[in-house]
């Protein structure tokens, strides 16, 4: 299985589900939330891709990337509640 | 028509002739959204980048799965440049939130100022201008102002990631282009969330511009091979000097105004 194979699903998946939101009234939040998230699922893929055929270093750049992402993402939530 | 409805397709519009065109020279839409959302329509800045952003992640879900397909994204190099590229679009997200609405429209005017000349240049003569002489440092660097770039005015940075994986790493401009398109996707989620924290997403704007942008792009994908190349280079370069004009007209009233 060559690399990129599992993320085209993801990627697949999150389009699909940004057009179905797209056309149902009062789903606003949930369409951009997945906008946003959808390239997140699909590095966090790629990363357990380049993992599962043993390529180390660029899997762990990447999820470390994602980490530094979600982790940011968290923080900046976390003070914005404690405001 | 309620009044919504014809905003939502005003703006569905603009979005249409901002993607096709982005993706007629092959830069993105948002570099013409942007400023038209904020000369035609009003919208503050801070919700124009937002709305691009978004707009950014679903184009980039779309090409990227097109280039999977043809197994063009260069995985190996994507996931060593993420990381820079990341930190920089979480920088430039916090620093867009804290600088005044004049100051990124001024700086979004010398980006259009920029991409004004990079298109009036031939697309051969621009990557022959320097020698393959980048290091992987300058390659962080680049991908770090990149993120930084891309956070702060909204844009894909498509035109700066793609020369640097050129002239770096060799890669075709065809191969660039995918890997440009799969990286700038989770450049665009991280700051567009950070966006969406600071309440800058409006959606009455993001979904018409995410349909406007994703059915032009499509549409321009199909158009481009059929205009020629110089022409439609040159033709941009003028949408974009005087997209950087208004911007600018905007600045300098502001400033005489004190708004």
């Known amino acids: 299985m060559t690399i990129g194979k599992m993320t085209w699903y993801v990627m697949l998946m999150g389009l699909l589900l940004i057009i179905t939101l797209a056309m149902i009234p009062s789903t606003d939040q949930a369409f951009i939330v997945v906008a946003l998230v959808t390239p997140i699922m699909g590095g966090v893929t790629t990363a357990v891709e380049l993992l599962l055929k043993r390529q180390l270093w660029p899997g762990i750049s990447l999820l470390c990337a994602i980490i530094l992402i979600i982790a940011t993402v968290a923080i900046n939530l976390f003070m914005k509640g404690h405001q | 028509m309620p009044p919504d409805i014809w905003y939502a397709v005003e703006i569905g519009a603009i979005a249409f002739f901002a993607g096709a065109f982005g993706a007629m020279v092959g830069i993105g839409g948002g570099l013409f959204l942007v400023p038209a959302l904020i000369s035609f329509f009003g919208v503050g800045t801070a919700e124009a980048r937002g709305a691009s952003l978004v707009a950014v992640c679903v184009t980039s879900i779309a090409g990227s799965l097109v280039y999977l397909r043809k197994d063009l994204v ?6 060593y440049l993420q990381l820079p590229t990341s930190v920089g679009a979480l920088l430039g ?8 609405e004049t100051v990124v429209r001024l700086l979004f005017a010398c980006f259009l100022l920029y991409v004004t000349f990079r298109l009036w240049i031939p697309e051969q003569q621009e990557f022959q201008q320097t020698s393959r002489s980048l290091s992987w440092k300058a390659a962080i660097l680049a991908c770090l102002a990149g993120g930084i770039i891309s956070s702060l005015l909204g844009v894909g940075g498509g035109i700066i990631f793609v020369p640097v994986l050129v002239l770096l790493f060799n890669l ?3 191969r660039a282009a995918a890997t440009s398109t799969y990286l700038i996707g989770l450049t665009a989620a991280a700051s567009g969330l950070i966006y969406q924290q600071m309440g800058h997403m409006n959606p009455k704007i993001v979904i018409p511009c995410v349909l406007g942008i994703l059915m032009g792009a499509m549409i321009g994908a199909r158009t481009a091979p059929k205009v020629p190349a110089v022409l439609l280079r040159r033709t941009f ?17 502001s400033y005489w105004t004190g708004a």
């Open chain 2, 74 to 79: 260069d995985f190996f190099r994507a996931s």
């Open chain 2, 93 to 100: 997200a916090f620093m867009g939130g804290a600088l005044d």
């Open chain 2, 172 to 174: 075709t401009p065809q």
């Open chain 2, 237 to 253: 370069s003028v949408v974009t000097f005087l997209s950087a004009l208004i911007l600018l007209d905007k600045v300098i009233r």
